[in-house]
Structures are given as C-alpha cells and as structure tokens.
C-alpha cells in the first residue's frame, strides 16, 4: 500500500493507495463514528455500494445508503439538499461520518454537504474515477454549482481520509480514463518536466490501465498537489497553479452546458490553449506547447475547442472566480515543469481562440461527435 | 471606545463597541477590498443603511445594497441564494467584502454566504439588535435553517470586525431589548454570578437602555462569550455551555414555528426550564432557580413554555443538534455561575414540563398573547 500524508492548517490526513482498499474502509472509520452515511449514486451503487457497506459494516455502526442522481447537471443546491432531508429524517447528530462513494461530483457535493451539515461533521473520500484520484480527492475543495457559474458556492474542507481502491478503475469507461489522465499530465505541466516526459513515455500503457503505471501516476500525481495544498490551503498564492488550463475550461464547461464534455477533457483542452497562450505571453518555446498538445492528444482528450463565438469565450471566462477587479488572470508556463499566475493581454488571447477553436466538426475527436 | 478581542484558531478579530460607530465603518474595511455588499433587511435598511453606505463610500469602492426579507421564517436557503444572486450578476470577486447590517438573521445569512460564496470570502458585524450585540456576532457561528430543524446548515466562521453602535438601539422595540437581555443575563447565570448578581440590580436601567448600564453588559457580554469561543472555537467542550435553555429554547421555536417568539424569548423560558431541571438534576439551590426565573420575568421575557404537548416536547428536544447517540443532554447548573453538560433522566425532565408549560392563557406575558 502507498500512502501519502497531506498536511494542512486546517487538518492532516492520510491518502491510501491500493488495489483492494474497498474492502477495508472500517480502518478510516473513527472510533466514536455514529451513523455511517454513504453517499453515492445509482451507477457506482450498482458496482460498488454493497461491498462498501459490507466493509462498513464491521464496525457495527447503523449505515444510511444516499444515492444522488448522476451526473455534473446535477451537481447543485437541490441535490445537497436531499442529503441533508434524508441525514436529518435518520436524526443524524454531528458524530455522523460521510462516505463519499463516487467521482468527483460526489466527492464535491457529499464533501460540501459535512461542511455544512450541522456547521462540518467528519468525511471520507473514496474517490472511483481516475480524475477525483488524482484531483478532487486532495485538498478540501468541496463545492456545488450555480446557475451562473461552477463551483460558485462550496467550502474548503478537510476530509479525515481518502481511501484509494485502484482495482475499481476496470470499470471506468476510456473517456473518464483518458479525463483523470489530462490532470495527471497536468501536475508534469506545472511542476514536474520529469514527470511530464515519463508520461510521455507512459501514455498508451496509462490509457490501457496497466496496473504498474497507473500506482505511479496516482501516487506522483497525489504527492505533487499534496506538496502544493500543504503550502496554500485556501488558494491564495502558490495553489492557482493548479488551476492550469481551467480558465479556458470553465468557459467550455459553462458555455456547453455542464456536463456536455467531461471537466478533464476541458481540462485537457484548456491545456492546449494555456500552453499557447505561455508560447505568445510567458516566453513557453513553441516546440513545449506542441508537447503539451501533443500528450493530451496521445491521452484521448480533445486538443480542440467549442466555438463559442469571441465575446462569449470573454464574458464566460471573465465571470470565472478567478477574476480580480476585472483583469483576466491565467496560469502560464515560463517553462515546462513551472508555472506563473499572470493577467494576460486580450489581443493575445483572442490569438489563442482563433487558433484553438474548432472551426469543423472534423477538428473534434469522434467521442465528442 | 471599548474594544474586546476575540482570538480562535481560525483568526482573531476585533469587536468594537460605541456611540456613532456606523458612521465609522471604512476603518475596517481591508485596503484590498473590492465591492462590498451590504446585507440588510427593509427595516434596518430604513433607519441606517444609507449611514453606514455613507459612511462606506469614504473607501472609494463600489457599493452593492442587498436587501433580504425581514424575519426568521426566512433564513433559509431561498433567502441565501439572492445573495448569491445579486453578487454574481454583479461579478463579485474574492475580495469582496460582506457588510452584514443587521440583527442575527442578517448576520447568520449573510456570514454564511460569506462563508460558502466561492468557498469564503472576508465579512464585518455591524449587529443593530441587542440580542446580536451580545450573543450572533460573536463566535463565527453562522447558518441558515432547515424545515426540520434550526440553524442545521452552516459554518463556523470568522468575521474580520464586528462593529457595534449601541445608538442605534433607541429604534429597537422594548420586545427585542428583552429577548437582548435574555442573553446577556445567561452570561452571567453560567460564568459569571457577580455579573449576574449585577444584572438583578440593573434589570430596570437595562430595559430602559440607560447608556452606562447597556455599555457595561454588552462588553461583559462580548468578554465572557470571546473567552469561551477562544477556548474552543468549534464547540467540542466549553462552548457547549452557552447554550444553557438552548434545548427547551429550539423545541418552543419549532414547536410554535420560527418567528412566533423571539429567539431571546425562547431563551429566556428554556434558561426558566434549565434553572428547574438543574434544581432537581444538578443540585441547584432552588432558591438560586427562583432567581433566575424572577430576573427573567424582571427583563421582560415569557417564564411558561407554550402546551405543544409531552410527546412532541420530546420528540422537538430530540430533533436538536444538540442530541447524541439518542440521548438528551443538557447545559445543567449545579451551582450560579458554573454550567455542566449532563443527560437527564426522562422522568426529571417531565416533572420540569409539568411545572413550566402554561396551561392558562393568563400565565404568558401581555406581549405573547
């Protein structure tokens, strides 16, 4: 087993992984734990809900199955509600403990929720998806959304463990593999050249989850946005970073409608365009944002962006929270493996979309037809 | 001017107490502030918002009024989303700044939007209703309710300052300065029996708010409750303490609904029904319970609980957070001035319904009829 410890101000706490943790979840569970609430939703229930309560279970505590429809669309008020009737019907007391059994909207939405519920109770991640592996799972970002924008409403908040079974991703299909993987690339991008050229080297086996690379991955993945998350909690210097390529991304997500691609192929994208806004404004060498393009296509994650139209592609990336008095600002690469937060000109930016922008739908991957 | 510092974990802040203070909020507002929002109700919004919007403009920032219906029935959700509304159309950033004007409805609304907008951003106390003087705006609890029962949805969380204009109390009504009282005379009942003792003497110039006796019980107030919250900022231990008449207190709000009596006014009855359950099950002087249901009687606030019936007095009771592993506990006094947190047998805490709960219309006070 692999674990990695994740410190924070406001908490410490262990991610475990390896194949088999489903089975052993009692082990993270504390021991003056009340009810065991598991939230989760129908897809990963099917596969997964019985040998998590089964594993629970041996604590002796009562466990409460939550099972939340699927899907980022329905990542919003009404749905944490429904944890909160169904937590307060069962009279569930602030020694209740939260199992988020799923992907990155559970984890968000069922972390928000303990923030929350009863002013913060205990929670314990068990990410399923590759991407909240590696991302969602670190670093207390919890979070719904609004109508206006992702994530516009949330929490930070620690978790008191992050239980990572690698045997679950079998059942992942390729697109949400080839999501997870455009973060991991991501850490390489802004913190590890290293890392970025292993992967590189690694995609193909990566995208066929051959078991050796991926504990790699996962692991290097976790330790490097630990080592970030341990320096800046609350997102206030050093943590933008890992906001690379989510500016263009949040605007794909928002202007397509939530849902419509998935966060890491936005992510991937969003990539593309950062590094080619780095080669125009932070002095990235043309021939590392063609790298960059070149991974996150190897990966299986789009490389072109939607057409939203240009003031449109502005409006939605100036409503992002990363926006400061009206200044768009951007993580760039100065260079591969380092990262700078910096405003960038809008000249050069709508540069970026007209070469970016899918202008045919040949230009899209066939699994975003 | 007096000023009280209240240190927590999570951040230290200032509350400052005198005359005139809302003409004098921009001294505490932070220099990279960007919009600030001032969070009221129409009632309070009549009488001072344009003061402390005045006051305000000396910042030389963008001003954004957002006005919340009046009253407890409407902290909840419904209501918490026009904050978030109003900010995001106006593309509110990170550095904006929650003014909450207002008493602890404006104050747990709006400090839990500030907790959860964009995951938290910085807000100021400016509390115009005594009962929030002494009792919301310290400790960072903030929350919104929940159907099924008070304040289960929230956080803890700081403000920066909290401003406190004991002028603008000449516009409270004589209802609200009782329910104040409630408060600031439990101080004393738990921490402090000098104080209370204090408070038996006062009782009269208290209600008629004679400026040196207001002065002397909101800073006492203010000291006793930061020292308990800086012993343990998120109500693990000490702090449980301060919410002595608090179980009693929920069970009246919920059993008549939010909004028929003030919280105060709960209070001040559940302090009446603590005091007797503390003489039969903590081993309180009678005579010390006598003095506590004559000094709330002397303030102004209702001594019999309202006939919801046993079961559902129970039920109320065992609905609250305050409830673990199904048992009830209570802040108990085993002697003025020292509080404990105790179950109770069930038995005990009949025969202290049998005594407390009106069961004439004559045995509530004039104001409640």
Same mark, same amino acid.
């Given at each position: 087993?692999?674990?990695?410890?994740?410190? =924070?101000?406001?908490?410490?706490?262990?991610?475990?992984? $390896?194949?088999?943790?489903?089975?052993?979840?009692?082990?993270?569970?504390?021991?003056?734990?009340?009810?065991?609430?598991?939230?989760?939703?129908?897809?990963?229930?099917?596969? *997964? /809900?019985?040998?998590?309560?089964?594993?629970?279970?041996?604590?002796?505590?009562?466990?409460?199955?939550?099972?939340? %429809?699927?899907?980022?669309?329905?990542? &919003?008020?009404?749905?944490?509600?429904?944890?909160?009737?169904?937590?307060?019907?069962?009279?569930?007391?602030?020694?209740?403990?939260?199992?988020?059994?799923?992907?990155?909207?559970?984890?968000?939405?069922?972390?928000?929720?303990?923030? #929350?519920?009863?002013?913060?109770?205990?929670?314990?991640?068990? %990410?399923?998806?590759?991407?909240?592996?590696? &991302?969602?799972?670190?670093?207390?970002?919890?979070?719904?959304?609004?109508?206006?924008?992702?994530?516009?409403?949330?929490?930070? *908040?620690?978790?008191?463990?992050?239980?990572?079974?690698?045997?679950?991703?079998?059942?992942?299909?390729?697109?949400?593999?080839?999501?997870?993987?455009?973060?991991?690339?991501?850490?390489?991008?802004?913190?590890?050249?290293?890392?970025?050229?292993?992967?590189?080297?690694?995609?193909?086996?990566?995208?066929?989850? @051959? %078991?050796?690379?991926?504990? #790699? /991955?996962?692991?290097?993945? !976790?330790?490097?946005?630990?080592?970030?998350?341990?320096?800046?909690?609350?997102? =206030?210097?050093?943590?933008?970073?890992?906001?690379?390529?989510?500016?263009?991304?949040?605007?794909?997500?928002?202007?397509?409608?939530?849902?419509?691609?998935?966060?890491? @192929?936005?992510?991937? !994208?969003?990539?593309?365009?950062?590094?080619?806004?780095?080669?125009? $404004?932070?002095?990235? %060498?043309?021939?590392? /944002? @063609?790298?960059?393009?070149?991974?996150?296509?190897?990966?299986?994650?789009?490389?072109?962006?939607?057409?939203?139209? =240009? &003031?449109?592609?502005?409006?939605?990336?100036?409503?992002?929270?990363?926006?400061?008095?009206?200044?768009?600002?951007?993580?760039?690469?100065?260079?591969?493996?380092? /990262?700078?937060?910096?405003?960038?000109?809008?000249?050069?930016?709508?540069?970026?979309? &007209?070469?970016?922008?899918?202008?045919?739908?040949?230009?899209?991957?066939? =699994?975003?037809?």
């Amino acid at each position: 087993m692999k674990e990695v410890r994740v410190e =924070t101000p406001g908490g410490s706490y262990p991610i475990r992984i $390896a194949p088999g943790r489903l089975d052993r979840l009692a082990e993270a569970v504390p021991a003056d734990a009340t009810t065991l609430v598991v939230v989760t939703n129908p897809t990963v229930a099917a596969l *997964y /809900a019985e040998r998590a309560e089964q594993a629970l279970a041996a604590t002796g505590r009562p466990i409460l199955r939550i099972e939340l %429809p699927d899907g980022e669309q329905y990542k &919003d008020w009404q749905t944490l509600n429904l944890i909160f009737d169904a937590m307060l019907a069962r009279h569930c007391d602030r020694k209740a403990v939260i199992v988020a059994l799923g992907g990155g909207v559970i984890g968000d939405i069922a972390g928000f929720a303990a923030a #929350v519920y009863m002013r913060g109770i205990r929670f314990i991640q068990v %990410p399923t998806t590759l991407l909240s592996q590696v &991302d969602s799972s670190v670093g207390g970002k919890t979070a719904v959304n609004h109508p206006i924008g992702k994530n516009m409403i949330g929490a930070f *908040y620690q978790p008191i463990a992050v239980e990572i079974d690698t045997d679950v991703l079998s059942t992942l299909p390729a697109r949400e593999v080839s999501a997870g993987l455009a973060e991991v690339i991501k850490y390489g991008a802004i913190l590890d050249a290293d890392f970025f050229a292993w992967c590189e080297a690694h995609a193909q086996d990566l995208r066929a989850l @051959e %078991p050796g690379a991926l504990a #790699v /991955a996962i692991a290097r993945s !976790c330790e490097l946005k630990a080592y970030v998350v341990s320096q800046d909690e609350r997102e =206030t210097g050093l943590r933008a970073i890992l906001n690379f390529g989510h500016t263009f991304a949040h605007a794909i997500e928002a202007g397509l409608g939530f849902g419509a691609w998935l966060h890491g @192929e936005a992510v991937g !994208c969003g990539m593309v365009q950062a590094a080619e806004l780095s080669a125009r $404004a932070a002095g990235l %060498p043309q021939s590392d /944002a @063609e790298r960059i393009r070149g991974l996150v296509l190897a990966i299986g994650c789009p490389v072109y962006a939607p057409d939203l139209g =240009t &003031d449109r592609w502005f409006d939605l990336m100036q409503g992002d929270k990363k926006t400061e008095a009206g200044q768009i600002r951007f993580i760039l690469l100065p260079r591969l493996g380092e /990262a700078v937060r910096t405003p960038a000109e809008a000249g050069l930016v709508r540069q970026v979309l &007209d070469r970016t922008v899918a202008r045919t739908a040949g230009e899209q991957p066939a =699994t975003l037809a």
